[in-house]
């Protein structure tokens, strides 16, 4: 199966160009069923070189198939190269597998939408991306992936482009991740200049033998990171993921909480060692932006009103975790955390596409209200995917957020300290969206004439079509936690999977503090979710306690009027006085040599009077000189 | 004896060739040229350059000359040039410069190479090849025999001249004007 | 008297007198502005060369130097005939007109 490598890739690949071709003949549903069978495909190949890889023993787990020799210009030698390792393969079984769930539940959701097949045609051209990103065998390839993931992520936020918020958010999406490639670049470009390699085994071997180290090292592991900033949407790039809540919930399921966003974590993860010999300032700084990311974003998350921005804020917040992880050297943490977020965010989204298309498209939680009878299986698995978020055993999130914070308790009790108040927020944002939206009295009657000619207006259960992910997801995040239960090192799976990529970058932290104290910090963060959730239910189930949602929070700290201003305002001025310095400096030189020139000729041109009389001076002269000269030069004395 | 006559040639030339820079009159300008060709001419002969002086003589003193005269009376220019104004403030100092500077420079080449031209063996200028032939055979032989070539192209020029000349001073009647 | 017979020219006295000749019709040619008086000031230059040719000639005992004294009247000559044809033909159309008149060139 490992031979067979390059058909994860390809069927997508595949996928996007039967659509293109014969997306208006396939038409809905079949368009959507062939992207799905495609993605799914990809899953069962992954699956199948994952049980090769496990037959495996440790040190051979690494695989690399090359399909042609891409770059070969000088030094520089690049192949187009998939690369099958425990890193790489958990990475793609869930995106192929969450994937093709959300594939299932599109084909519900987008029923009726006349751009159906250009829908399905996008989503496999984005798994496709995905796919080079996570599986190339160097920085190239997974920056191909990186940019079309990127292009892609543009197409579908737009993808009903017609209304003028969505083209906005598309354009805003793809102009910030830009500014993040630009890290990439420069990060790619060290690398290969310091390493004369851009595949991932030369310069982590580069960073292990030492030949890549402190300064080089450290700003190749910062210009990553700044390219994950603006993939992952951190502080300060994290803008685009709340208004790409504008496409359609499929995509921000699929690619705003399972997988586009944690490229930046699979880099960083990536390149470990580059991270390890750099200064350490450097992983301080990424778990430092990651936290603060984190708890920024829950507060924004508390005020919200959307039921979709909520969840968006919510991952900007977790993602936040993740760095911290990366940035405490909790990689395999970092991991698992990825995987179960991406199972219970996937399912959050995809349960809140189910309650905005049973109450006829409207996504504002103040008209929602005890939908838990109207709609239980969305209920259900919405419930489950917010205790998993919130932190509550045994559900997935619990066991690997408190991963994290027990590594970042080793690392430093502050990081530990803005974790844990930020967990809190989130298990009281969940809960007050739970109960906005699902309990309390139905607030949607008052709206029965603004959602079209339905008569009695009801909000209804979704197709299976939709439910059906819904379950799996849900199921998922219920186990998922048992990748990596911290009672025992047997029972530590994914530790031992993913140990040879990760091995020179983890942190040890036993015998600290916190490893030797880590049950208490388990209970803690029962506790802390406890807590949250019952002061939510306080304030918004019982009413007891006036809720506190800032303007200032609804707005995300002014953030984005705050950009604007600076670029209308002194940024404006910086780029007019570079454009004025080029049109007067740069341009005043060029034709300043022009006008130099033309003076002189004007004053040499006074020699030509016309008169016969004066050039033959000149003549004269000239032979005066020329005489001179061989006198001087050697008369005989 | 020989002195003589060169002190009293070179005093012809040079007076000559001063009246012609000086005077305004442009007949009286031609008049000192004559004067100077015929002092080179006695030159000539003080040099056994027979052939030449009676050249220089008939042709330059006797054609040349006498074009130019031709030519003044034509052109009706023998109205005297005022030369006391120069339009070009600097011609004047230039002109002293290259005249002062050729005199000078040449004369100083000259003299310091004295011993391979001048001096050498004694007083005597020693004769043109020790040839006993007269001058014109030599020069004949020269003529015709080592640069018959330039010879007939000479003639070619002298030709072309003249059919250059007629060329450039046609009247055309077709009212294009002249040339 | 002895001196007088003892001093000989040599030929370095006929190569100065030569050089002087030739300043005085540089000179000449500089400062006059009548075409015709121009034109016998470079006459004047040709035979202070012609003068040199003939001196050298004599002190190294070749004819040839005499013998390129004799191509040179002859280009003089046709040097002067189409001299002044152009001059008569430039006169003819201004007349009064000095060298400085004819200034097309002007740049």
Redesign the interface.
């Known amino acids: 199966m490992l031979d067979l490598l390059w058909l994860i890739p390809a069927l997508p690949l595949a996928g996007f160009l039967i659509i293109l071709v014969f997306g208006r003949l396939l038409g809905e549903p079949k368009a959507g069923h062939l992207a799905t069978a495609m993605v799914a495909g990809s899953f069962v190949v992954a699956a199948g070189v994952f049980f090769d890889l496990l037959n495996n023993p440790e040190e051979e787990r690494h695989h690399v198939q090359s399909l042609f020799s891409w770059v070969p210009v000088g030094s520089l030698k690049v192949d187009l190269a998939f690369l099958a390792d425990p890193l790489s393969i958990t990475m793609v079984l869930f995106v192929t597998g969450i994937g093709s769930l959300i594939h299932l539940y599109a084909t519900g959701y987008m029923h009726g939408d006349p751009k159906f097949s250009k829908f399905f045609l996008y989503l496999n051209l984005f798994v496709f991306s995905m796919l080079m990103l996570v599986m190339g065998e160097n920085l190239l390839v997974t920056f191909l992936g990186w940019e079309g993931v990127g292009t892609c992520s543009y197409f579908l936020i737009s993808f009903w482009h017609t209304r003028e918020s969505a083209a906005t958010a598309g354009k805003k999406a793809f102009v910030t991740n830009r500014v993040g490639d630009w890290g990439v670049m420069m990060g790619m470009f060290l690398a290969f200049g310091a390493a004369g390699t851009l595949s991932y085994e030369g310069i982590n071997h580069a960073a292990e033998e030492g030949i890549i180290s402190g300064v080089t090292a450290t700003a190749i592991a910062l210009m990553l990171f700044i390219g994950a900033c603006g993939k992952s949407a951190q502080l300060p790039l994290y803008i685009w993921l709340p208004d790409a809540m504008e496409g359609p919930t499929p995509v921000s399921a699929l690619i705003h909480a399972a997988t586009m966003v944690t490229a930046g974590v699979f880099l960083m993860t990536r390149v470990n060692p580059v991270i390890e010999v750099a200064y350490d300032w450097a992983p301080t700084l990424i778990a430092i932006v990651g936290v603060a990311t984190a708890f920024f974003a829950a507060t924004i998350a508390v005020a919200q009103n959307d039921i979709k921005k909520v969840l968006a804020y919510s991952t900007v917040s977790q993602l936040g975790f993740m760095f911290l992880a990366v940035g405490s050297g909790a990689y395999v943490a970092a991991i698992f955390h990825m995987v179960t977020h991406a199972f219970f965010k996937a399912l959050l989204f995809l349960g809140s596409g189910s309650v905005i298309h049973g109450m006829h498209h409207e996504q504002d939680m103040r008209k929602m209200g005890a939908l838990r009878l109207l709609m239980p299986i969305t209920a259900f698995t919405f419930i489950i995917g917010w205790l998993a978020i919130a932190g509550v055993p045994p559900f997935a999130g619990f066991w690997s957020k408190d991963e994290i914070l027990l590594y970042a308790f080793a690392k430093s009790p502050i990081l530990y300290v803005v974790g844990m108040i930020t967990a809190l927020l989130t298990a009281y944002y969940m809960t007050r969206q739970v109960i906005m939206v699902f309990f309390g009295e139905a607030r949607w009657h008052d709206q029965s004439e603004e959602h079209g000619a339905h008569g009695d207006f009801k909000p209804h259960e979704s197709p299976a079509a939709m439910w059906i992910p819904l379950v799996v997801l849900a199921g998922l995040s219920v186990v998922g936690g048992a990748m990596q239960l911290p009672f025992s090192k047997d029972l530590h799976f994914l530790e031992k999977w993913l140990h040879p990529v990760v091995e020179f970058g983890e942190a040890k932290i036993k015998g600290t503090w916190a490893y030797d104290n880590k049950y208490v910090l388990l209970g803690i963060a029962v506790v802390v979710a406890l807590s949250g959730i019952a002061a939510s239910v306080l304030v918004y189930g019982k009413k007891k306690v006036a809720a506190i949602e800032p303007k200032v929070l609804a707005d995300g700290w002014h953030y984005d009027s705050a950009i604007s201003n600076f670029m209308g305002g002194p940024g404006r001025k910086s780029f007019d006085a570079v454009a004025w310095t080029d049109r007067v400096v740069v341009d005043g030189a060029v034709n300043g040599v022009g006008r130099v020139v033309r003076t002189a000729g004007s004053y040499v041109?006074r020699a030509?009077?016309?008169?016969?009389?004066?050039y033959?001076?000149g003549i004269?002269?000239g032979?005066?000189a020329l005489?001179?000269w061989?006198?001087l030069r050697g008369?005989?004395? | 004896m020989e002195l003589g006559v060169f002190v009293i040639a070179a005093a012809m030339v040079i007076v000559g060739a001063v009246g012609v820079i000086l005077r305004p009159n442009p007949v009286h300008a031609a008049l000192s040229l004559v004067l100077t060709l015929f002092g080179v001419a006695v030159h000539f002969v003080a040099l056994e350059a027979h052939f030449l002086a009676a050249v220089q003589v008939i042709v330059y003193a006797g054609a040349i000359v006498v074009l130019f005269l031709f030519v003044i009376m034509l052109l009706g220019v023998d109205r005297t040039e005022d030369i006391t104004i120069e339009p070009?403030k600097?011609?004047r100092p230039?002109?002293l410069?290259?005249g002062v500077?050729?005199i000078g420079?040449?004369t100083?080449?000259v003299s310091?190479?004295r011993d391979?031209i001048g001096r050498g063996n004694g007083l005597e200028i020693p004769t043109v090849t020790g040839d006993n032939d007269s001058n014109v055979r030599q020069i004949a032989r020269s003529v015709f025999g080592d640069y018959v070539v330039a010879f007939e192209l000479t003639s070619v020029l002298l030709v072309v001249a003249v059919v250059g000349t007629v060329m450039l001073t046609r009247r055309i009647k077709s009212g294009k004007g002249e040339s | 008297m002895s001196l007088l017979a003892a001093a000989t020219p040599t030929t370095t006295w006929y190569l100065v007198l030569g050089a002087v000749l030739f300043g005085i019709g540089?000179v000449g040619?500089?400062v006059r502005?009548n075409p015709l008086v121009m034109f016998m000031c470079i006459e004047l230059m040709l035979n202070a060369v012609n003068l040199s040719f003939v001196a050298l000639a004599k002190r190294l005992g070749d004819i040839g130097g005499q013998t390129t004294v004799f191509f040179v009247m002859v280009v003089a000559a046709a040097e002067v005939v189409v001299g002044l044809g152009i001059i008569v033909s430039i006169m003819r159309r201004r007349p009064g007109a000095t060298?400085?008149d004819?200034?097309?060139?002007?740049?």
Do not use: Y
Request: charge should be positive; charged fraction near 10%.
């Open positions: 041109r030509q009077t016309g008169a016969v009389r004066n033959a001076a004269g002269l032979v005066v005489l001179v061989f006198f008369v005989v004395l | 070009f600097v011609q230039m002109a410069v290259v500077g050729v420079l040449v100083a080449a310091s190479s391979a | 540089a040619v500089l502005r060298a400085d004819i200034a097309q060139l002007k740049g």
